[in-house]
């Protein structure tokens, strides 16, 4: 990551000290429970949680992937993804972030974007599943 190794020992001790990471017998580091109280935290705070579970009960009878996430950047973050041929608790477990181009639920998210942003977010940058960034806008519009 081009962070010199005494400084990222120094910051990874410091997120051990408050609970954020654990270090294993082997001497590795990994995500503490701080991590997901505060991930909880945030959920429950924001009042999305009780809205979409509602909502995303609804949607299950269709018997349609079902879908729900947030942008952070140019990546898409699948809090949620259920397919019908998949016991329904698979939906919140296992799911990594996706270039938000390669998702229909991603640019979705990007089209609400101001295309300011969005010329921001992908200037001088390989757009995933698009030539440039004027086919992206073009999609997005």
Do not use: C
């Not at 109280?37 to 009042?47: D, E, F, N, P, R």
């Not at 973050?77 to 229909?104: D, F, K, M, W």
């Amino acid at each position: 990551m081009g962070v010199d190794r005494n400084r990222a020992n120094r910051l990874l001790n410091s997120l051990v000290i408050a609970g954020f990471a654990e270090q294993n017998q082997q001497r590795k580091f990994r995500i503490g429970p701080g991590f997901h109280v505060l991930a909880s935290q945030s959920l429950h705070a924001s009042g999305i949680l009780p809205k979409v579970l509602s909502i995303l009960e609804k949607l299950h009878h269709f018997q349609r992937i079902v879908a729900f996430g947030v942008l952070w950047q140019d990546r898409l973050a699948y809090l949620y993804h259920h397919n019908p041929s998949q016991p329904i608790s698979s939906g919140i477990s296992g799911h990594s972030t996706v270039p938000a181009t390669r998702s229909s639920l991603g640019l979705t998210l990007l089209a609400y974007q101001p295309s300011s942003h969005v010329r921001e977010l992908y200037q001088d940058k390989e757009i995933p599943d698009f030539t440039d960034l004027s086919s992206l806008e073009e999609t997005l519009a």
